[in-house]
Structures are given as C-alpha cells and as structure tokens.
C-alpha cells in the first residue's frame, strides 16, 4: 500500500468536494493500492493539521474551519513545515495576479511537493514557470479540473491520444454561460432573466462578470495553449467577446436556421466569441455542459462532453491527477 | 454576364498581367483577382480565380488567347457560388444602414447576401438579421467575412459567424 499524504488549501466548494470524494473513495483508492491520508487543510480562517488523517466525518458538516482549525499556519508555512508529498489548491482564482494560489505553488513545488489543482488564475499567470519549477524538483503539475472541469481533455490528450498531432481545441468552456444560451433560447427569456435564474440555482455567481464577459473561457484558452501547444500565451493575446449582447432574436432566427448560439473558444486561433453550431453539430449540447471537440492528425475530430463545474465533479478531476501520478509505474511507464 | 475563370500560372513575374490581357482586349471588365498562392499545383503553377464581366460570346476567343500565351484555363464559364455560410448581426443592424452592410458584400463580385431576415423587437432595442451569404470559393467567403467583421466593428455590431467543420 502506497501511503500519499495530502495538504489542501482551500475550503470552498471544491475544497469540500475533494475531502467528500477522497473518503468516499477510500475503499476503491485502496484496491488500487493508494492510501490517501489527507494530512491539512487550510483556508482563510485557519489551519487543520492531523498526522494520521483527517476524517472526512469530522470536517464536512463545517463550512469554514473556523470552528475545528487547530493552528493558526498559513498555507504557505503549512506548505512548508507539515509532512506531505501533495498539496491540492484550490482557492479562488484570480487571473490578473494569480494569487494567492501562486504563492501556495510555487511553495509547494519549490519543496519537492507535486501540485494538483482546479485553479486557473497562477496557471494563466505563469504557467511555464510553474512548470519549469515543476521539472526543476523532479515533482508534477496536474491541472486537469482547471479546463472544462470533470470533462476528460488534459488527460485524455496527452495519455489516450498520444501519437497524434494536435490541430486544434474548440469548444464550451464555461457553464454558465451555456446554461444561459440554453435558456434564453428554449424559453425566449431575455438575457437578464436567464441569468437571474442561473443565479438562483447556483450556477452563476452573484458576480457573474468572469462567466458572461467571456473571461473564465479565455483563461482556459490561455490553459491549453501554453499546455498542449507550447505556446507561451498570456491572457491579453486572446481576442474575447462574451455572451452579453445575445438577444432571444437571435436565438430564434438561429434555431430557425438550423442552429444553436454558443460561447465557443478556440485554440490556436485564441478567440473567444458567441458562434452559431449546428444543431446537429456534438458541440452543440445544452444547460450547463461542456464540450470540446479535439481537432487531430490521426483519429480525426473527438468531442467529449461532460460537467463543467460543481464541487464533486471538479474533486473528480482532482482525484483523477492525484491517481495518475501515482500509478505511472503500473500503468503506463515506458520501460 | 458575369463569369468565373480558373487559370493556372506559372510562377514568374509578368503572368498575371499576360493572363488579364486578352480579357482586356475582349473589353471585360475585371471585377476580382484572387491568387492562391499557397495552393500550388504539383507542377508548381499558381491557381488564379477570376470574376469577369463580359460578354460570353468572347469567351472562347479569350479562351484561346490565353491557351496560346501558354496559360492553363482549367474552367471557364458563368459564376458559380460554390459556399454558403449563415450569419447573425445583432445590435442596431437597421439603424446602421442595413442596406449599406448588405452592398459592401455584394460590391465584393465575388461573394453576395442571398437571404435576409430580420427581427426587431422595439424601437430602442437591439436588432437581430439572419443573411446567408454565397461565394464563388472557400477563400472569397473568407475574405467576406473579414468585411462582415469589419463593418460589424464600425457599426457596433455583434457579428455571430459559423464553426467551420474542420479548423
């Protein structure tokens, strides 16, 4: 049994979604011959530090750690001083600065410790840097829930598609915006009202700007083009119009058509805009999937479709590049 | 009438200028040249598309003119629109002289709107056209896009274009 002991920062929704996922992952994780002891956890309020593990029990009824944090480390001094191999980030990004999630990385992977995370902010900041430090401590940067969350892209690129050249990603990378369009479309709602409604269910945030303005989609564009086409792209070099002047008029006369509205983003061209897909077209999926259609050399054009976002789903990711890490010897080594 | 022509060059300077002579002295009008210089021929000559607005019973002579200067006529004949793409405006598409959007495609020669319908739910209130545009080739249909672009840039609009198919 491979013991894997785990720092996380960040207790948000998909803090508590990876803490949810690894205890009632347990047992499979252990079949596989992982151990996953989750050793810290962090966030604005506090630290929890336990050496034997902490149990998902315990910490999942609480929303902060206000009330159970033990030490009063910040994420960078628990970085450094709590005895881990891994440290999950996900706090909440910021792509102008990238911090404070860029800080917890380059802690982390200056002491040796690999990094997996779902937040795009220090990726779009300073991605060959971080992958430079990466390399330089012999650890992994794992970033697969930061780009259309639970659906398979990363991953699935650079393991199931090795061999092929990649032409090209196009795709919806943002929820929200597709629950929108979505809506807006079926119902005739205007803009404001679909987006009133995402809000109430939970998958806008209060201040949608990121989301409707195009700006989510564009970091994950500035994602794949620095890590699937060495790129070396900031998030100024994308050309970005969001969802916001799209009118039920349009829609319709759309729908009339033959087609569907949709945020789409595309790389290498590094442009974000409102596309018409064809209905029939398999990106054209609705509510607040995502999809993407990977444009290649050998097998031609796959799209993959999935859930962009939520807490459990996001863990998913997660845990997936916490267990591709792991099981690269077993698996699929070249020897 | 106007007509299409797909002439194969060879790649040295003064072809193109010997290509447009005979037509020229036939009293075409050229409308539009375009060369796809980065689809040579395995022979190494360059595709050369033209709209020309001429009579079509010069055609063969002007056929033979160029067959005798030594350029290849690979087709000849009235204008085919072989692409179609749909297209949505939104924003003040009626306010911003519709007309005036629609003839800088059609002015092109090489590309024009076919199909337009508009939806206008008040006064004040942006505007959404439906157009299908047509183009003689996948090149000039690129090349009325860009205008589309930027005259959507001009007047404020939201130019809302197809996915392609393949990248």
Redesign the interface.
């Known amino acids: 049994m491979r013991e894997v002991r785990i720092s996380l920062v960040g207790y948000g929704v998909v803090g508590h979604g990876v803490v949810d996922v690894i205890s009632r992952k347990r047992k499979m994780l252990r079949e596989l011959g992982l151990d996953l002891k989750l050793v810290s956890i962090t966030d604005h309020t506090g630290t929890l530090v336990e050496e034997d593990g902490i149990s998902g029990e315990k910490v999942l009824g609480h929303r902060t750690l206000q009330e159970i944090a033990n030490s009063e480390m910040s994420a960078k001094e628990t970085i450094r001083s709590v005895n881990s191999e891994l440290v999950v980030e996900v706090t909440p990004t910021n792509i102008v600065h990238g911090q404070p999630g860029l800080g917890h990385m380059e802690e982390a992977l200056a002491s040796g410790k690999h990094v997996v995370t779902s937040n795009k902010g220090p990726l779009v900041v300073a991605y060959n840097k971080l992958k430079r430090l990466a390399d330089d401590n012999g650890v992994m940067l794992k970033f697969e829930a930061t780009v259309g969350g639970t659906m398979p892209l990363i991953n699935l690129i650079e393991r199931t598609l090795v061999g092929n050249t990649i032409l090209g990603i196009r795709g919806i990378f943002n929820g929200t915006c597709n629950y929108i369009l979505t809506r807006m479309a079926d119902e005739q709602y205007p803009f404001s009202r679909a987006l009133a409604e995402a809000q109430e269910l939970g998958y806008a945030e209060a201040d949608p700007t990121y989301d409707i303005e195009g700006v989510d989609t564009a970091a994950k564009i500035v994602i794949l083009a620095n890590a699937i086409f060495n790129m070396n792209v900031k998030y100024n070099d994308v050309q970005v119009r969001g969802i916001t002047e799209i009118t039920p008029e349009a829609l319709a006369l759309a729908k009339k058509h033959g087609y569907v509205i949709k945020l789409i983003g595309e790389v290498p061209a590094l442009t974000v805009r409102p596309m018409l897909v064809p209905i029939r077209s398999p990106l054209a999926v609705g509510s607040t999937l995502n999809a993407a259609a990977i444009y290649t050399d050998l097998s031609g054009t796959i799209t993959v479709t999935g859930l962009g976002a939520g807490g459990v789903e996001t863990a998913a990711a997660i845990l997936s590049d916490i267990v591709s890490i792991y099981r690269t010897k077993r698996v699929d080594a070249i020897f | 009438m106007r007509l299409s022509m797909e002439l194969e060059l060879q790649d040295v300077p003064g072809q193109l200028l010997l290509a447009l002579q005979p037509i020229r002295d036939a009293r075409g009008n050229i409308i539009s040249v375009v060369h796809h210089r980065d689809r040579k021929t395995p022979r190494g000559t360059v595709p050369v598309r033209l709209i020309v607005e001429m009579d079509r019973s010069k055609l063969e002579g002007v056929k033979r003119d160029l067959e005798k200067s030594g350029i290849v006529v690979v087709r000849a004949g009235e204008e085919r629109f072989i692409e179609e793409v749909?297209?949505?405006l939104?924003?003040h598409v009626l306010d911003s002289d519709l007309g005036d959007t629609v003839s800088r495609i059609d002015s092109t020669g090489y590309a024009e709107v076919m199909d337009l319908?508009l939806?206008?739910?008040g006064v004040d209130?942006?505007?959404?056209?439906?157009m299908?545009i047509r183009a003689t080739g996948k090149e000039e249909m690129q090349r009325a896009l860009k205008i589309l672009r930027e005259v959507g840039a001009q007047k404020k609009l939201?130019v809302?274009?197809?996915?392609e198919d393949?990248?």
């Open positions: 749909s297209v949505i939104v924003g319908s939806s206008m739910p209130e942006p505007s959404s056209a439906y299908k939201l809302i274009e197809p996915v393949d990248l």
